[in-house]
């Protein structure tokens, strides 16, 4: 007998996978499934998890693990343990001493909030102005300056355009090693230059590369990192960063805190942030460091670039889009609200329910496991608007939900709420842009 799972509380967070040590758990269709071949009933899953979903079977009596431990209470792993499993109890134990015995580093100087200017193949990753707005409210609140960083090759115009957007300072290291992003390099380039210069603060989008280089730098700098924040703030006693993102399978929203150590990190969703006003001819200090590594010192080449033809590409740019939900009930049925789409100019997304279902790809995945969009204008069509979804699209300018149902979620969201059925409710839309629009009606 192994741990067992009740699937109706199961909420596919993940915790007790992480909490395994025999890596006996895994996530399927975001359900936890034990491995009955390395399961051994320690209950380190059932203590962790948020919603009592896991519980140890009866066992008789001398068995490894025969009670099962209190909600709650502390557990402790019978004695001798076997050979492949770590007493993590002692390991927090013996690391908390480690951490009180070494010299606490010295908040006061760490100072600035960085921005890691995200550039590669010739472009800048518009997050990174994104970053530099919400970086200014931080800033100001701390009393501190704005710095943006740039690592890379040739980044003169990149410099430019981060007084632009309002960088008080940009330190850069510009070196042909840098050309192509690479995790070792650019992780190098970014401690460098945050071991000299001790930023409080450093953000970063939550893009391919920052998911890919900002926990290589946490990693080395021994510090923390909260990924895929939706919300940042300054804890008004304490000034240090409140880093808010979705948790437990975006069921709340979690406030994190890095209070013992420096720099406080976090990676960022693109479009979450507003766009901050760019001030054409804005100028500040530039800091050049040598970069000191050379393409030897690093085991990965770059032998190509393939461009990406997937849709997601230019998803979270999109300025209208049509996002279609179970309610549309078959795939055959998405032709109807293509037609609305393409009189709209309209990009076409959906929820995770419409891609398992088959009828969108991936990259068309609005929400917490796939793209944040903040378009202009957002159309959800047959969506109930679970906070997964949510958290992809809410910023959008303008929201417009049609559902049967008046108690549905999105229509809490939505600026526009159209109760009814979607069959009647997409063609006559679709009936009347085109007439509208035809016709250079404006209203
Ligand atoms: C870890 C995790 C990550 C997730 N990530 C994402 C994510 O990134 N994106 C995402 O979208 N979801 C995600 N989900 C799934 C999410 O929880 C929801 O299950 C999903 O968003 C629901 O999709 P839906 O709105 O299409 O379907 P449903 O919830 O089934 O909603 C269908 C809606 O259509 C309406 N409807 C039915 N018929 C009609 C009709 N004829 N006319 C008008 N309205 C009608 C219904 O009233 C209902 O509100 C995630 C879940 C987990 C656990």
Redo the contacts with the bound molecule.
């Keep these: 007998m192994t741990v067992l799972v009740d699937k109706a509380k199961c909420?596919?967070c993940g915790a007790c996978v992480a909490e395994c040590p025999l890596e006996a758990l895994s996530l399927v269709d975001?359900l936890a499934v034990v491995d009955p071949n390395k399961c051994d009933n320690l209950g380190k899953c059932v203590i962790i998890c948020p919603t009592n979903a896991l519980s140890l079977p009866d066992l008789p009596v001398g068995s490894k693990t025969e009670q099962k431990p209190e909600a709650g209470a502390a557990f402790k792993v019978q004695e001798p343990l076997p050979e492949n499993i770590k007493d993590y109890a002692a390991d927090k134990e013996k690391n908390a001493a480690a951490a009180k015995a070494a010299p606490q580093t010295a908040e006061d100087t760490w100072s600035g909030v960085w921005i890691i200017i995200e550039y590669n193949n010739g472009k800048i990753a518009p997050v990174s102005w994104e970053l530099l707005g919400e970086g200014r409210k931080l800033a100001d609140t701390l009393g501190c300056g704005l710095c943006g960083v740039i690592t890379g090759c040739d980044v003169n115009n990149v410099i430019d355009e981060a007084f632009c957007y309002g960088a008080e300072k940009v330190y850069v290291i510009d070196d042909p090693v840098l050309k192509d992003f690479r995790t070792e390099p650019y992780t190098e380039a970014i401690c460098s230059l945050v071991t000299k210069y001790r930023p409080e603060i450093i953000l970063m989008g939550a893009t391919s590369m920052g998911r890919d280089v900002f926990p290589a730098v946490a990693s080395k700098l021994k510090t923390g990192l909260t990924a895929d924040c939706t919300v940042l703030g300054i804890d008004p006693e304490k000034k240090i960063l409140q880093q808010t993102r979705p948790a437990f399978?975006?069921n709340i929203m979690a406030t994190i805190l890095c209070k013992n150590k420096r720099p406080q990190m976090a990676t960022v969703r693109p479009r979450v942030m507003a766009m901050p006003e760019r001030v054409e001819g804005r100028t500040g200090e530039i800091i050049r460091e040598g970069f000191g590594f050379t393409e030897e010192d690093f085991f990965t080449k770059v032998i190509d670039f393939i461009p990406s033809d997937a849709k997601s590409a230019f998803l979270d740019k999109a300025e209208i889009i049509v996002s279609v939900?179970?309610?549309l009930?078959a795939k055959r049925n998405l032709e109807m609200v293509q037609e609305l789409a393409d009189v709209l100019g309209a990009t076409m997304a959906g929820?995770?329910?419409?891609v398992e279902a088959g009828w969108l790809s991936h990259d068309q995945?609005?929400?917490?496991?796939?793209v944040t969009v903040r378009p202009k204008v957002y159309i959800a069509i047959?969506?109930?608007g679970?906070i997964?979804?949510l958290v992809?699209m809410e910023t959008s300018d303008f929201i417009i939900a049609?559902?049967?149902?008046p108690e549905?979620a999105i229509l809490k969201v939505a600026n526009f709420g159209i109760v009814g059925?979607?069959?009647q409710i997409v063609p006559a839309l679709t009936e009347e842009f085109k007439k509208r629009l035809q016709h250079g009606v404006e209203d």
């Design positions: 909420i596919g975001d399978g975006g939900g179970l309610g009930a929820t995770r329910g419409a995945q609005v929400g917490q496991s796939g047959g969506i109930s679970a997964q979804h992809g049609i559902n049967n149902d549905a059925d979607l069959f």
